[in-house]
């Protein structure tokens, strides 16, 4: 019935029921997911740096980033669940609770769960991104002149050097804004039902198959994104007060010398976000070899490998697809990447900052208002539903990860070793596969993992580009989040993580070997 133009669609969006509820618990869940994890990083780096607690957590956290988004949704719904882990633990004796308690913790109605799992989740994130960019900060001096005028060790990086850092990784906040307001994965696994939020809901109209429903959910798409602006905007503005803030406390004089606190309290958001994952994880694990577990037993009265024979007959397909998809979407990354480095490298010109803005569009822009463009631009080609479709859809935010995981070792090259080949008579092309790429490849096969880690967690591009006809081990398991079957989700979900820990593992077992005569290459890589 759509001949013609008009504004019906919006009509029908703004009478569906519940709809402001869903918008609020977007924008909540953007900002309140944002702000959470960035003072949780900032705080944490303040206090911490340079300690051995900060290296101990510094690398407990950097594998989490590899954890897709569904399994460790899947991990802290199985630890904050009534008859989960941490209810468990609590003995019976002293609550009395011989059956779990009728408490709403996850598909709560106001999100917090949602949040709680977005926070952990995307914490890994920024600290990386903000430990990527201290170099640019001169942070320790900056440090140790503030330490000399008096200033504490949390004021003194707070007044010094976050402002310059917090500039170096806007960007990055705000794809967790766009992303934390417009998730879906995390979403179906830990959000709210009535209503959900509305990238939940535009989900629901695009697969409903009812082809009308395909109106309000190209509305409802172009709405998601208005909600999107509107907390970034929101966001813009509290920086402008944080900065006049800021500069009100230098201005006061205070070193904040009395920081223990502060610095305690870093600590344990920061532990805090680092146990939910790793025992979420753990708990999926468990629960994939558990045979009878009763409540309110900690552990199953036996282990069995049921579950993973019950899931064996339908997880060659998902894997194969999961496979396939990374592999090709992150050597396609892999090759435009390397191609526009070396070119920057050759001519000495780089895109600046617009080319980085550009290269951040595709994670500023909420996934489900393009997405579903995306599909029906597919489908007018006849690709639709195609692995093909599904690769081009993963490569779009495949590459983004993959330039900036290797941009910065790339630039970083010395390239004295070039201008040598040069005068030995190598001609650019020689120097780059015989001298850079080589003494580069443990950055390549990083970014490379990154890109594959990031195509194994697509859930929404493989949904609906996909149409529901290229199964992945991702949109295998949220699917498996309506039947409650937790063995099964327990070994798919553990799939899905092992699937990103293989690409990394390979990407630092390879140089080890091929370098392992090579004592200053292997030191390097």
Same mark, same amino acid.
């Given at each position: 019935g759509g001949e013609s133009f008009g504004l019906a669609p919006f009509a029908d969006l703004a009478a569906t029921a519940g709809l402001g509820r869903s918008i609020l618990l977007s924008l909540a869940a953007g900002l309140i997911t944002t702000l959470a994890a960035l003072l949780v990083v900032t705080f944490f780096i303040a206090g911490w740096l340079g300690t051995p607690v900060f290296a101990v957590l510094r690398r407990i956290v950097s594998p989490l980033l590899s954890v897709p988004h569904a399994a460790a949704a899947f991990g802290i719904a199985f630890l904050i669940a009534p008859s989960g882990w941490l209810v468990r633990l609590v003995s019976p004796e002293l609550t009395g609770w011989r059956y779990p308690p009728d408490f709403l913790v996850v598909n709560d109605p106001m999100g917090l769960a949602m949040m709680a799992g977005l926070v952990a989740k995307e914490i890994p994130f920024l600290l990386l991104m903000a430990l990527a960019a201290l170099p640019q900060t001169d942070a320790a001096r900056s440090a140790h002149v503030a330490a000399s005028l008096g200033y504490g060790k949390t004021a003194g990086f707070l007044f010094a050097v976050f402002p310059r850092l917090y500039r170096q990784i806007r960007l990055p906040v705000f794809a967790v804004i766009a992303y934390a307001s417009s998730v879906v994965d995390v979403a179906l696994v830990l959000g709210p039902t009535n209503p959900p939020p509305l990238a939940v809901q535009l989900v629901r109209w695009m697969n409903d198959p009812d082809l009308a429903m395909r109106f309000r959910a190209s509305a409802g798409a172009l709405l998601?994104? @208005? =909600? /999107? %602006?509107? @907390?970034i905007a929101v966001w813009i503005l509290g920086e402008r007060l944080v900065a006049r803030l800021g500069a009100a406390a230098v201005a006061s004089g205070r070193r904040g010398t009395a920081d223990g606190a502060v610095r305690f309290a870093a600590a344990a958001a920061m532990s805090l976000a =680092? +146990?939910?994952? !790793? %025992? #979420? %994880? $753990?708990?999926?694990? !468990?629960?994939?070899? $558990? #045979? &009878?577990?009763?409540? &309110?037993? =900690? *552990? &199953?009265?036996?282990? /069995? %490998?049921? #579950?993973w024979h019950r899931a064996a007959g339908t997880l060659a397909d998902p894997v194969a697809a999961t496979f396939v998809v990374g592999i090709v979407a992150t050597l396609v990354a892999l090759v435009l990447t390397l191609a526009c480095l070396e070119n920057e490298a050759r001519t000495g010109r780089d895109g600046g900052d617009r080319s980085l803005l550009v290269l951040y569009l595709p994670l500023l822009v909420p996934q489900v208002a393009f997405l579903y463009g995306l599909q029906v631009l597919f489908f007018r080609f006849g690709l639709d539903g195609t692995l093909g479709a599904v690769v081009v859809a993963h490569l779009v935010f495949v590459l983004p990860y993959v330039f900036l995981a290797l941009s910065d070792p790339w630039r970083a090259f010395d390239r004295r070793y070039v201008a040598v080949a040069a005068t030995l008579g190598a001609s650019p092309a020689r120097a780059f596969w015989r001298v850079r790429a080589p003494m580069l490849l443990a950055a390549i096969l990083v970014a490379a993992a990154v890109g594959f880690a990031v195509s194994v967690g697509q859930y929404l591009p493989t949904l609906l580009v996909g149409g529901g006809r290229v199964p992945t081990v991702t949109t295998e398991a949220v699917a498996l989040a309506a039947g409650r079957d937790r063995r099964v989700i327990g070994v798919y979900a553990i799939v899905q993580m092992v699937l990103p820990f293989v690409g990394f593992w390979? +990407? *630092? +077992?390879l140089p080890a070997v091929l370098y392992r005569d090579r004592s200053a290459m292997r030191a390097a890589a």
């Open positions: 998601q994104i @208005a =909600v /999107t %602006l509107s @907390a =680092v +146990a939910a994952i !790793v %025992l #979420g %994880l $753990a708990g999926l694990a !468990v629960w994939s070899l $558990a #045979g &009878p577990w009763r409540f &309110p037993d =900690v *552990l &199953p009265a036996s282990f /069995t %490998l049921e #579950g390979i +990407a *630092l +077992a």
